[in-house]
């Protein structure tokens, strides 16, 4: 207790010399719902931005990911959110440019170095203004164990007669499920379902953006094969996946329990922590030999500028750095599996990341089927089609009554 | 004393003023948290956004609720869900905790307070705990279920509950029913206590045994506990349902929206889902709408029922 005096009043001289110490820089926030990158942010991305700015300091605070959506409309409604804001792509981030809480940094140099394919996530429909530095992408496509796959004598498969070979010949020996997937939580089975393996059927961007003209609908046979492959994956998925949820399929697979997993790129660092055995990472499969394939490469996250920051400066300078070669490299291989969007040649030092981003050369890259525009109806169409999806696979839809639906939620709101 | 009291008036106004002073922290309280929040939401329910700028539209936020598809759909089925969520609490939870009270109350019963604390303990803990314990259990993958069944001989029953269309609300209900079958427990087993010792002395001196004694003495004596019980699964079912669907289930209720009451509803609304973006307005109007369900019902209880309930004083 006697040392509590001194003690308080050396903590009070501190801060506020410290204070004196910040008060030459400029103080920027970063607002995130990437609650597990904090060390990442903390530790490589932004002393090397410090460092070369030595003028301006940068916190990263994000928010827990459910909750960000919700808090971060709030804090900006009450004018206390952060001056950078990491931007969700499509709908979200539009919403919040419309409603004048995004600054345009169509002008921000360094924003050449991103496809337009990247840009279209955080632009207006017009394609006349920008509001976030596309950051990183996922790809989808299939993790599987490389001990089972040696053990059973089988080979990565590349088109959809081999896939089902391998699963079946997976069943047939019994020492493995399979395939590692629920319907519990429904939404896998629409993301790393329908919107994995169906641009194989539709495509890819020529499906997708034949639904954005009004020239295609779910309706069309290339669309419906999608729900009708989730039916045939319904064999193949261990007993009960009903009521399997995410971290069930996910431990299911990182115990070595089940031999082929449906994901994206985002396990890559999880599982390579928990799994014991050798992990490694296929592209959706052909529809057959002298088709292509098709990868969602799907644009994930992006980051903007706060519209009414008071450091307009600093964070278009920070929003500058995030173009630049040394963010993508630093962001690509802290976190694997987050691709930078960016065109710089990037060295992917992650073995696993890099079979997934050798996909890219591998296949046509496409994005979620319902993101852009299509999810604006009631209910929203990238959460229908969990539902759908999930319904098809526990056997109380068809294929067809799912397409069907799919397709009468378009059609009650949506004039090309 | 009344006329000492009406004769000089200082003490009087004295004594208004004391009212006040213990009054006002209560109702400080409840305007600020309960009162002001209740009137703002209904308030909110009124107006929609146009151009990022609340309008005022009168009642066709509820028109909406109950005329397009969308909403109604979702409105009705949450509706329906919740109404058979209070049925299946009625017809097992309170049974049970009545039937469970009456044993316990039993003076010859040895280890009563164990069995009270064993009762009560699942309520007091979390329900996300509860969710994961339940999930747990009755996990395809990981569960004991599937195992204990199979040594059983009854392997082949089993099924996935949770993920089922056809289970999924009753195996809800029966785990919410699990853990909180002490409250009413509780209530009754207190009201119990209660019934004077002179009463039922009588009634065996009359030739009752403990069954008759239960049904003829006992059960009228504590009515309004059983009102109280069934008023409070009431505002329970509709309020406190959330929690429990929400981990067990998440926030879209599956499977294709089986298990979603008012609360998973309401709580989509506002805050929106995943790509679905939230509606302040529809979600101030889905919490108005469940305002008014639980204030018809309170009220028929209120009017219908406790008026007409008689209190026998010991």
Redesign the interface.
């Known amino acids: 207790m006697r040392g509590f005096v001194p003690r308080t009043v050396a903590l009070a001289v501190g801060l506020c010399l410290s204070g004196i110490a910040l008060a030459d820089k400029t103080v920027i926030t970063i607002e995130s719902w990437r609650a597990e990158d904090q060390a990442i942010w903390d530790g490589l991305i932004l002393p090397a931005f410090e460092a070369e700015h030595p003028d301006i300091d940068v916190q990263f605070k994000p928010t827990t990911a459910t909750e960000y ?2 808090a971060l409309n709030a804090r900006l409604a009450g004018g206390t959110a952060g001056d950078i804001i990491t931007c969700r792509p499509f ?2 981030a539009l ?1 919040m440019y ?3 809480n995004l600054a345009d940094i169509k002008d921000l140099p360094g924003l050449e170095n991103f496809s337009d394919v990247a840009k279209s996530a955080w632009s207006t429909d017009a394609g006349d203004a920008t509001f976030c530095v596309p950051m990183a992408s996922v790809i989808h496509g299939f993790m599987y164990n490389k001990d089972a796959f040696a053990e059973l004598g089988l080979e990565v498969p590349a088109t959809e007669a081999d896939f089902y070979a391998v699963l079946d010949a997976i069943k047939e020996d019994g020492s493995y499920i399979p395939m590692a997937m ?6 896998e089975a629409a993301t790393m379902g329908y919107t994995n393996i169906g641009p194989t059927y539709w495509g890819g961007e020529e499906g997708r953006l034949a639904l954005l003209s009004g020239d295609a609908k779910f309706t069309d046979e290339a669309f419906v094969e999608g729900f009708r492959q989730m039916e045939k994956w319904i064999p193949y998925l ?8 995410y971290t ?1 399929s996910q ?2 697979f990182t115990l070595g329990r089940a031999a082929i997993y449906p994901t994206g790129s985002w396990e890559i660092t999880g599982f390579q922590e928990n799994a014991d055995f050798e992990l490694g990472a296929f592209a959706p499969p052909a529809k057959d030999a002298d088709s292509s394939c098709y990868i969602s490469d799907h644009t994930d996250i992006g980051i903007g500028m706060n519209a009414a920051t008071k450091n307009k400066d600093a964070a278009r300078a920070f929003l500058e750095w995030t173009t630049s070669a040394e963010f993508a490299g630093l962001l690509t291989n802290a976190a694997p599996g987050f691709f930078s969007l960016a065109s710089h040649d990037i060295t992917v030092e992650n073995e696993l990341a890099k079979e997934f981003i050798a996909m890219r050369g591998e296949c046509e890259p496409t994005i979620r089927v ?2 852009q525009i299509l ?1 604006r109806g ?6 229908h089609l ?2 759908l999806t ?2 098809v696979i ?1 056997g ?1 839809m068809s294929a067809a009554e799912a397409a069907a639906d799919a397709q009468a939620n378009v059609d009650s709101w949506y004039k090309p | 004393m009344t006329q000492a009291a009406s004769t000089s008036t200082p003490p009087r106004a004295r004594r208004r003023w004391y009212i006040l002073v213990f009054l006002a922290p209560a109702t400080l309280i409840y305007t600020v948290f309960a009162i002001y929040p209740i009137f703002e939401s209904l308030r909110l329910s009124l107006y929609t956004a146009q151009e990022n700028q609340p309008v005022f539209v009168g009642l066709a936020n509820y028109a909406k609720l109950l005329g397009e598809p969308y909403w109604a759909d979702q409105f009705w089925n949450a509706f329906k869900n919740n109404i058979q969520l209070f049925l299946l609490h009625m017809l097992i939870q309170n049974p049970i905790a009545l039937a469970l009270a009456a044993l316990l109350s039993i003076p010859t019963l040895k280890g009563a307070a164990t069995y009270r604390t064993i009762f009560f303990l699942p309520t007091l803990l979390s329900v996300v705990v509860v969710g994961f314990i339940w999930q747990l259990i009755l996990s395809p993958l990981w569960g004991v279920t599937p195992d204990a069944m199979k040594a059983l001989g009854i392997g082949n029953l089993f099924r996935p509950w949770l993920g089922l269309e056809s289970s999924a609300l009753v195996t809800v209900t029966l785990i919410s029913i699990w853990q909180y079958v002490g409250i009413p427990l509780m209530l009754f087993y207190a009201a119990l206590l209660n019934v004077p010792e002179e009463t039922i002395e009588a009634a065996r001196i009359d030739g009752l045994n403990g069954w008759w004694i239960f049904w003829k003495v006992k059960l009228p004596l504590i009515l309004p506990t059983l009102g109280l019980v069934a008023i409070l699964t009431y505002i329970g079912n509709f309020t406190a349902s959330f929690d429990i669907i929400y981990s067990l289930q998440g926030g879209m209720a599956g499977p294709n929206f089986s298990t979603d009451v008012m609360g998973t509803f309401l709580f989509r609304s506002f805050f929106g889902f995943q790509a679905q973006l939230g509606d302040e307005y529809m979600g101030a109007t889905v919490a108005s709408a469940l305002f008014f369900i639980i204030l018809v019902g309170v009220g028929c209880y209120l009017f219908g029922v406790q008026r007409r309930l008689q209190r026998y004083d010991s």
């Open positions: 959506n919700a709908d979200n919403a419309d409603a004048g629920g319907t519990k939580d429904q939404w261990g007993n009960g996946y009903q009521a399997q949820s069930d431990n299911l319902a993101h999810s009631e209910p929203a169409l990238g959460n969990w539902t999930a319904n526990n109380s």
